[in-house]
C-alpha cells in the first residue's frame, strides 16, 4: 500500500490493455495496476465497474482526477471524445465522463485525426505529449510501433502529419493463422535473414506479394527453419512499411518509442539506411503524457 | 443413380473441400459428390473411410480405379506423392496408395516444386493438365486465382515456371479479422473502388503498406461504406499482386481459371492494364485433367 496519499488516477485504456496508476501529488507513481480487459471487449457501461473493480480499493472517500488516454475515448469505448484535427499540439484537456461513483472524476483525452490522407490515432498523442514534455525543442518525426506502428512529424511543439502502418497486426494475422504458420512454429530469430528480407522490400516493395509464399516453399523444399522465416516475415513487412514511410524518415532525426523486440527490428532496419534513432520507453513516456494533461487541467479550473 | 456403370472415380481433394465425380467408360461424370472434408482436418487413417462415406454406396463390387490430386498427396495427407520439378510436363502418373477395401484401386498424382525462386503446386498442376489437354498449342500464361493464386508459364505442354500470391488468404484474413473488419462488415462492391486501387498499387506498390489501415480510418473520418471499403481492400491487394506478377503477365497471353467474383476482378485488373484474359471454368478443367491421367493409366498399364 502507497505511504503518501493518492491524488489523482492516470489510465492508459487501449483496446486489448487497461493499465492505471496512483500517483502522488507530485506526480510520482505510487503503484501500478494492470489488467486484459481492454476496451475491445466491453460494453459502455462496463467501464466503470471494471476501473473500480481495479482502483476502487485504493480510492480515498473523496473525489479524485482520473485522466484516461486510448480507446476508452473512441465512440464505441465509455464515452466519446472527439478527435482534434492536425495540425495540433497534443490534447491536454478532455471530455468529462458522469460517474455512478462520487469518488471519481474522470477525464478522457481525444485522440487525433488527418484528413487527407485519412488517419487516426488514440493513445499515441498523449505518449507525444509525454514526449515532447521532455523534450520541447525536438523536431523530427517519431515512430511508435505496436499492432498499428505510426509514423509522426513533430515541429513546433504540434503533430504536423502522420501515418499508420498495420505492420504489427499484419505480422500476427499471417504468422499466426494464415498457412505460414506452419513454417513460423517455433523459437528463435535470425538477424541476417530480417535485415536480407527487410532491405528486399525497402528497396523493392513489390517483392513483398510474392515472397510470403515463398516462406512456406523454403521450408516445405529446403527445410528453412522458424528462426529465419519469422526473421524473414518482419523483415518483409517491416521493409515493405520503411518503403511507404520513406518521406517521414530520410534525412530526419528519428526517435523510435519502445523498448521490445519490435522498437529494436525498427532500429535495426533504419539503421541499415544509416538512419541512428533512439529507443525510448513508452510507458514512462504515457505517464508522462497524462501527467501533462493533468498539470494543464490542475491549472486551468 | 447413374444408369450407365461407374468405371473409374475422379478426385479433387483439397485443403478445405473434397469433391468426387463417378465417371463412366467414355470418361463423362455420372454423377457428382461434395464433401467439406478436406484434407486440412483430416489424420492418414481418415482418408479411405471419409472417401467410402461419399461414394461407397456407388461402388459397383470389383475394384474401380480412382485418380486424386490435390493436398491428399500432401507430406501431412493419405500418402506422399513427391513433388515433380519444373520444368515438366502436368503429371500423369502418380502414388499408388494401398486400401482396406479392395474395390479401391487409389493413385495420387504428385504436385509440382520449382526450387528457385521456392515454390510448390498441389492440384493447379492437374488443372494445369486439362487446360493442355484442349488447347495443346497453347504458349503463354495461366492465372489460378483461389487462397493462394498461382501464376504459371506454359510452353511447348509442359510448366516452365511459376509463382505464388496468397492474395485469396490474405483478404480473409484482413477482411476477416483485422480492425479493418468493422469497415467491410456488409453487402456490395464498387467496381470503379477496385479498379483505383489495383492502378494504385500496380503503379505503387510500396502504398499499400499505408492504404491499407487508410481504409479504418476513411470509414472513421468520412462514412466510406463497406462495398467501397471491400472492392478497394481487393484491388489493393490484387494489384500489389499483379505488380509482382508483371513479367508472367506483361505483353503475354493470358487465360484465367475460373469464373467466380475473384476471376473476374482479376480479369478486370489485368484488362485495366490492355490484357484481354479469357475466363474457364475450373470443375470442367479439373476433370479434363483428370481424366488426361486416368487416359495415362488406361493406356500404360
Redesign the interface.
Known sequence: MPTQPISWIAVDWGTSNLRAWAMSGDDRPLQRFESDRGMGRLTRAEFEPVLLELIGAHLPERPVPVVVCGMAGARQGWAEAP?VAVPCAPPVTGVRVPTADPRLEVTILPGV???R????MRGEETQIGGFLARESGFDGVLCLPGT?TKWVHLSARELVSF?????G??FA??GG????RHSLAGEGWDEAAFAEAAADTLSR??????A???L???S???GTGPAVCRARLSGL?IG??L????PYWLGQQVAVLGEGAMARAYQAALAAQGVTARLLPTEDITLAGLTAAMRHMRNHT
Chains 1, 2 share one sequence.
Do not use: C, K, N
Open positions: 478527435y485525426r488527418q484528413d490522407p485519412a488517419d487516426v498499428h501515418r499508420t502502418f498495420m505492420t497486426e499484419l494475422l499471417i493463422q494464415s498457412v505460414l516493395p513489390a517483392t513483398l506479394a510474392g510470403l509464399f515463398g512456406r516453399a523454403d516445405l523444399l529446403h513487412l515493405a512499411e518503403a511507404a514511410a520513406r
